[in-house]
């Protein structure tokens, strides 16, 4: 896709479209080692899409225990900066404010391995997950925050 088919592309199909293209860029990637691939292979503004996408995607596919669990754990260092930088404060102050009181450390997540069905069920148990997601879905969507930071950041793409 060009640059002015890109740009002239309406906001859901123009971040999908910038998602697949730095979602492309991690193909092989190893995430076992964190988020060093993110930093290594991924521009900023990249990153930025790439963590908000991701995190929006999960919770309201599975909730914020499902982020954590999945391979976008990677990208979860990233949240708060990420929300920031698109303007998404509310957003940041609702992740800081639950990785905090809970003592979550979003750098490190192998806790939430999980090998079998029976463990993956086992992670909603450990915190109030579902009152975070209640909070973050009356929230709102960041697709409007998003496709103007990419739209911003267009030529990083």
Known sequence: MTYDELVSLPDGELITAVFDRVDG??????????????????????????????????????????????SSRAAAPFVSDSLDLIGAHEFRALYDGFIKKYGIDDSDLSSFDSPTAEAFSAQYDRYPFDEFDGEFYALGSLDGRL???????????
Do not use: M, W
Request: proline content about 2%; overall charge negative; some cysteine.
């Open 147 to 157: 496709a103007a930071y990419v739209r911003e950041h267009i030529e990083s793409f």
């Open 25 to 70: 860029k991690l193909d092989g990637a190893d995430f076992e080692e964190g988020s060093s691939a993110l930093t290594s292979l991924l521009s900023e503004p990249e990153r930025v899409l790439y963590t908000v996408f991701l995190l929006e995607v999960e919770v309201n596919n599975g909730g914020l225990c499902q982020f954590f669990i999945n």
